[in-house]
């Protein structure tokens, strides 16, 4: 794994674009850099709108690793939101791993638990609203009670109101998904449907919060001063949110670098740690509490990066729309390779970009389906660093290397890894690396998506040229020996002809039947007379050494066409012919042996030169050679078959 001489730990985390698991990965980059470990983070971006096509395809990047080769993993579970790829990583994990394995947020019963008291940190929040604000009518807006941190913040939002006597009714509580949009719904049922505005407004988390505030502001509702709102988290947003969110902080930076510390430890010096470890949040009491009004420059600061951002963002939405375009007329690797590396640097911090298929992906043309996983083999085809620029490249190398050595160094790398697919089919995987290590933007989401796409589209008309390739050899060749037909034959020789033209040079026919096949038909049967002649055309291949055009004109009769430019290249041509039949004839063990004869006939190329005239002299000329074979074979009744002595001889004198 990373074949540089370093240990690697590799962690499992989705959706790497929000703020917890952005937070937790630049954790773990920066402590894994400082005691010089590799780092492969597994990612996918989730199930979207019940899109099961998408999403199967999303699942297989866990197949992509040998866990038995991690050093250390980490898991972040609760980021894995599709419920069969979370157990089946906990299977490989378990039955696989022989290494420190930390799970974060998530208690498991075979892992190190790293764990935040989310409870505590409520308590302490509900605690300030009470006794320092002295509210007693507070709402609640709850996260989906299908998230375990949802039902905990909420049983303790009901035990504090309780302990404080302070009354709960069940319009009080809105149930929400934990998204911004929540805030006008929310403030409907908790303001309008009761008829009064609460004292305070305690979210379950920041976004929710974000999004009651905006709600309040369009009523005309102040916040601090009319109603007191709070999140949880700690998310960047809450910093530019006029007024300042009061909100929990949980250090997931500082689980990131403590998880790698741990293995680190376990790993190297033998240390055994606790099972469970707990991580204490941090109150931040703010403007939207009424507490520390003087966040002015902070927020203005704050702000400043929030628009840089959002222009950021515009720049990306137009990059995504325009590399869509740029992608629909892509032909191969080569064409891909330059729209990739057009639009690949709108990733922020994006250094290193590589493109991983599977074996035998691009000859089925169709990719491989998600469940039968990822091949042993892949082949490295598109690779992209910004201080060492690659081109298209097909580097083999094994899964388990996950990189091939080539592109890499002895610094510990760090790589995040997503599936390559569209909808269910898998082609292989990307692999790229920041600068900070920090976690993807959200722009590589649709650029994924559009790579996916594009990938699709790209075999999709390779097979269709394919397809127009083999029905145009269905026009031109042979079905039982796979030479040219005579249609194909006299279309190729006819350029032939052109070629010898311009050259100056003399071109040869030569007219060749097989003996005897009646004979092995009526003797051994049809199926071993079409053995006999795919071994006349196996020979005529294995002869046309210097590009002569071979045919099969019908039945057992053949067609040989080529440029003269060397004084023997004709018997040239016969002798490697009888030698390659002299070799079969030592195999057969029916009794039989595979014969020809021959006819030949050389002129340089005028205008009046015709390949129909040409043919008939050679066949004349081997229907004569036929004819002394079977009169040596004993065989007198053998009739010969000529063409016109007088158009023959007037042919001749040209």
């Known amino acids: 794994m990373f074949e540089n001489d370093r240990k690697t730990i590799g962690v499992f985390v989705c959706r790497t674009v929000e703020h917890f698991q952005h937070e937790l990965c630049a954790g773990i980059t920066k402590r894994a850099r400082e005691l010089g470990y590799n780092v492969a983070f597994f990612t996918a971006f989730g199930d979207f709108m019940n899109n099961g096509g998408f999403t199967n395809g999303e699942k297989v990047v866990i197949d992509i690793p040998k866990y038995e080769d991690f050093d250390g993993v980490i898991l972040a579970l609760d980021?894995?939101?599709?419920?069969?790829?979370?157990?089946?990583?906990?299977?490989?994990?378990?039955?696989?791993?022989?290494?420190?394995?930390?799970?974060?947020?998530?208690?498991?019963?075979?892992?190190?638990?790293?764990?935040?008291?989310?409870?505590?940190?409520?308590?302490?929040?509900?605690?300030?609203?009470?006794?320092?604000?002295?509210?007693?009518?507070?709402?609640?807006?709850?996260?989906?009670?299908?998230?375990?941190?949802?039902?905990?913040?909420?049983?303790?939002?009901?035990?504090?109101?309780?302990?404080?006597?302070?009354?709960?009714?069940?319009?009080?509580?809105?149930?929400?998904?934990?998204?911004?949009?929540?805030?006008?719904?929310?403030?409907?049922?908790?303001?309008?449907?009761?008829?009064?505005?609460?004292?305070?407004?305690?979210?379950?988390?920041?976004?929710?919060?974000?999004?009651?505030?905006?709600?309040?502001?369009?009523?005309?509702?102040?916040?601090?001063?009319?109603?007191?709102?709070?999140?949880?988290?700690?998310?960047?947003?809450?910093?530019?949110?006029?007024?300042?969110?009061?909100?929990?902080?949980?250090?997931?930076?500082?689980?990131?670098?403590?998880?790698?510390?741990?293995?680190?430890?376990?790993?190297?010096?033998?240390?055994?740690?606790?099972?469970?470890?707990?991580?204490?949040?941090?109150?931040?009491?703010?403007?939207?509490?009424?507490?520390?009004?003087?966040?002015?420059?902070?927020?203005?600061?704050?702000?400043?990066?929030?628009?840089?951002?959002?222009?950021?963002?515009?720049?990306?939405?137009?990059?995504?729309?325009?590399?869509?375009?740029?992608?629909?007329?892509?032909?191969?690797?080569?064409?891909?390779?330059?729209?990739?590396?057009?639009?690949?640097?709108?990733?922020?911090?994006?250094?290193?970009?590589?493109?991983?298929?599977?074996?035998?992906?691009?000859?089925?043309?169709?990719?491989?389906?998600?469940?039968?996983?990822?091949?042993?083999?892949?082949?490295?085809?598109?690779?992209?660093?910004?201080?060492?620029?690659?081109?298209?490249?097909?580097?083999?190398?094994?899964?388990?290397?996950?990189?091939?050595?080539?592109?890499?160094?002895?610094?510990?790398?760090?790589?995040?890894?997503?599936?390559?697919?569209?909808?269910?089919?898998?082609?292989?995987?990307?692999?790229?690396?920041?600068?900070?290590?920090?976690?993807?933007?959200?722009?590589?989401?649709?650029?994924?998506?559009n790579l996916g796409n594009a990938v699709e589209d790209m075999f999709i008309r390779m097979k269709m040229k394919n397809l127009i390739e083999d029905l145009g050899d269905l026009y031109v060749r042979d079905v039982l020996t796979g030479l040219y037909n005579r249609r194909g034959f006299e279309k190729y020789v006819d350029q032939l002809f052109q070629d010898a033209k311009v050259e100056k040079a003399s071109v040869f026919v030569i007219g060749i039947d097989l003996d005897g096949l009646k004979y092995i038909n009526d003797t051994f049967g049809h199926a071993e007379g079409d053995v006999a002649i795919c071994e006349v055309a196996n020979a005529l291949n294995d002869a046309a050494i210097h590009g002569e055009i071979c045919g099969r004109m019908g039945g057992d009769e053949f067609s040989v066409a080529g440029i003269c430019d060397q004084g023997n290249q004709v018997d040239e041509f016969i002798k490697r012919f009888n030698q390659y039949l002299d070799l079969i004839n030592q195999n057969i063990t029916e009794d039989y042996h595979i014969a020809a004869s021959y006819g030949t006939v050389i002129r340089k190329v005028t205008d009046g030169l015709a390949l129909e005239e040409m043919m008939k002299v050679s066949d004349n000329r081997m229907y004569k050679e036929k004819a002394k074979h079977k009169l040596a074979a004993g065989n007198k009744a053998y009739k010969v078959y000529t063409y016109s002595e007088e158009k023959l001889s007037l042919y001749e004198k040209q």
């Open 79 to 449: 980021t894995v939101y599709m419920e069969d790829m979370r157990s089946k990583l906990i299977h490989f994990v378990e039955s696989r791993c022989k290494c420190p394995v930390v799970s974060i947020r998530v208690r498991t019963d075979k892992f190190h638990n790293f764990l935040v008291n989310d409870e505590g940190a409520m308590e302490r929040l509900l605690g300030h609203i009470v006794t320092q604000h002295h509210c007693e009518d507070i709402a609640y807006v709850s996260g989906n009670l299908d998230d375990l941190d949802a039902r905990r913040r909420l049983a303790v939002y009901r035990n504090v109101m309780a302990r404080h006597d302070c009354k709960v009714e069940e319009s009080q509580i809105y149930y929400g998904t934990f998204c911004r949009k929540d805030g006008p719904l929310a403030c409907k049922q908790i303001i309008d449907e009761r008829g009064k505005c609460p004292e305070a407004i305690v979210c379950a988390n920041d976004y929710m919060a974000i999004g009651v505030c905006h709600e309040l502001q369009k009523r005309g509702i102040r916040v601090p001063e009319d109603v007191i709102v709070t999140g949880f988290d700690g998310v960047r947003e809450t910093n530019i949110c006029g007024p300042v969110l009061t909100t929990v902080q949980v250090p997931f930076a500082q689980m990131g670098e403590e998880a790698v510390e741990l293995i680190f430890e376990e790993d190297e010096g033998g240390i055994v740690h606790e099972k469970d470890r707990w991580f204490q949040p941090t109150v931040l009491p703010r403007e939207s509490c009424g507490c520390r009004m003087e966040y002015f420059e902070d927020r203005m600061k704050n702000q400043r990066e929030f628009y840089e951002r959002m222009e950021m963002e515009r720049e990306e939405t137009v990059n995504n729309t325009f590399m869509s375009v740029d992608l629909e007329n892509v032909e191969s690797f080569e064409q891909l390779f330059h729209v990739v590396d057009k639009y690949l640097w709108n990733i922020g911090g994006c250094s290193h970009f590589h493109l991983c298929l599977m074996d035998g992906v691009e000859h089925k043309q169709s990719g491989a389906r998600y469940e039968h996983g990822y091949t042993n083999g892949m082949n490295l085809r598109i690779s992209i660093r910004k201080d060492d620029q690659y081109e298209t490249c097909n580097i083999p190398f094994k899964r388990s290397e996950l990189l091939p050595a080539q592109v890499l160094n002895n610094d510990p790398q760090v790589y995040y890894f997503l599936s390559l697919h569209y909808k269910e089919n898998c082609f292989g995987y990307t692999a790229v690396q920041l600068y900070d290590g920090s976690g993807l933007e959200s722009f590589y989401h649709t650029f994924m998506v």
